[in-house]
Structure formats: structure tokens, C-alpha cells
């Protein structure tokens, strides 16, 4: 199984949004919705900030939404802060029991 | 509150062997799928294994079939991930993490780095 494609860089200022893709086929985000995205801050273990494509585990803030459209997934953080810098990772279910994830975005605020 | 602390982790030689350990508590560990997920340094997150909550329920991703083997003690609410033939591709921290491949990976250990190095 293949990784989701994800762009390796993002960035905006305090206050802006921004959004980072996660790419697929329809063997994985085009054929589920279990779309999983996670936060990683440098040496620290990955933290689940989206799953099921849009649902929000609580607490975390609803300045980060999902969604999903054809075989794309996408993270959106709004009012950016600086404590999200940090390596943002997508997954998705690739069927036949499988898991698969993106190669990562590293989201810069500026 | 939920705690996953993996232990094991350590230089090993290439075509040796590990037990990964992760310990598990302030949940009903019994009634939830379980995975590990590797990260090579300075690379992006591989999931790598998952097992059911009874332990009938087992995938690996391909890499690692034939090699590893996961495993769990539902009486010691621990997870176990043993690793043989270790190649220097293996070489990684490894994280355990509550959930599987359609279930959300909604808790994290610290992780434990694997290190196949001659």
C-alpha cells in the first residue's frame, strides 16, 4: 500500500488558516471515511486531532476542522497559533485491514 | 487517565531480535484494539501492526510479515510487539497506540527507539 500524498510545507501568520491536503486513491480516502490527522511536535509522540474525516476528539480546539472530497482529505487550522508548528500526519484506511499514512506536512507560523 | 508506556527498545545487530513492551493503563484494556506505528528517524509514521482486544484479530503491514509477531496479556494489560530478523530498515521508534486500522489511534505511548545497527 502506497503513502497518502501530503505537500511536506505549510505556513501562514498568527491569526491567518490554512489548509494541507492529504491525497489518495479509492482504495483508501476516496473508498472510507476514516480519515485520521495527527499533530506532532518535535520529539513527541503524535496526537489525534481529527478522525472520521471531520470529528474532533475533545479537546481539541475547533480552530482545526477535516473534511474530504473525492480521493482528498484536508486539515484546516484557523486562527493559527504559534503552538501549531508542528509535523501534521494524515491516515486513512486502505482496506483489506490495512492502514495507511501520509508522508507528513510540516506547518510553519510565520 | 489513559497511560501507554513502551519499554524494550535498544541497539541490536541486524538479523537479531527485540520484545517490545507497552504497558497500559486507565482504560479497559481488554476492550480495545491495539496497534504499533514506527517512525524512522527524521521520516514520517508507518503503521505496523495491529491486534483485537481478545487478540483473535491480527495484521501486519508487509514489511514486517513472517518477522514480527504482536502480541497480548489482557491479565497484565500489556501489549507486546517481538521482532526477529531485524534489518537496519527496522531501525525507528516505535510507538504503541490504542486503536487500529479503522478505529481512530487516540492514545500514544512516548515511543521506544529500535536501533538495527552492526
Known amino acids: 500500500q502506497s503513502a497518502l500524498t501530503q505537500p511536506p510545507s505549510a505556513s501562514g501568520s498568527p491569526g491567518q488558516s490554512v489548509t494541507i491536503s492529504c491525497t489518495g486513491t479509492?482504495?483508501?480516502?476516496?473508498?472510507?471515511?476514516?480519515v485520521s490527522w495527527y499533530q506532532q511536535h518535535p520529539g513527541k509522540a503524535p496526537k489525534l486531532m481529527i478522525y472520521?474525516?471531520?470529528e474532533r476528539p475533545s479537546g481539541v480546539p475547533d480552530r482545526f476542522s477535516g473534511s474530504k472530497s473525492g480521493n482528498t482529505a484536508s486539515l484546516t487550522v484557523s486562527g493559527l497559533q504559534a503552538e501549531d508548528e508542528a509535523d501534521y500526519y494524515c491516515?486513512?484506511?486502505?482496506?483489506?485491514?490495512?492502514?495507511?499514512f501520509g508522508g507528513g506536512t510540516k506547518l510553519t507560523v510565520l | 487517565q489513559v497511560q501507554l508506556v513502551e519499554s524494550g527498545g535498544g541497539l541490536v545487530k541486524p538479523g537479531g531480535s527485540l520484545r517490545l513492551s507497552c504497558a497500559a493503563s486507565?482504560?479497559?484494556?481488554?476492550?480495545?484494539?491495539m496497534s504499533w506505528i514506527r517512525q524512522a528517524p527524521g521520516k514520517g509514521l508507518e503503521w505496523v501492526s495491529y491486534?483485537?482486544?481478545?487478540?483473535?484479530?491480527?495484521n501486519y503491514t508487509d514489511s514486517v510479515k513472517g518477522r514480527f509477531t504482536i502480541s497480548r496479556d489482557n491479565t497484565e494489560n500489556s501489549l507486546y510487539l517481538q521482532m526477529n530478523s531485524l534489518r537496519a530498515e527496522d531501525t525507528a521508534v516505535y510507538y504503541c497506540a490504542r486503536g487500529a486500522d479503522d478505529l481512530p489511534l487516540d492514545y500514544w505511548g512516548q515511543g521506544t527507539l529500535v536501533t538495527v545497527s552492526s
Open positions: 479509492s482504495s483508501d480516502v476516496g473508498g472510507y471515511n476514516y
Open positions: 472520521d474525516v471531520s
Open positions: 486507565g482504560f479497559t484494556f481488554s476492550d480495545y484494539y
Open positions: 491486534i483485537s482486544g481478545s487478540g483473535t484479530a491480527i
Open positions: 491516515s486513512s484506511y486502505a482496506g483489506s485491514n490495512n492502514l495507511v
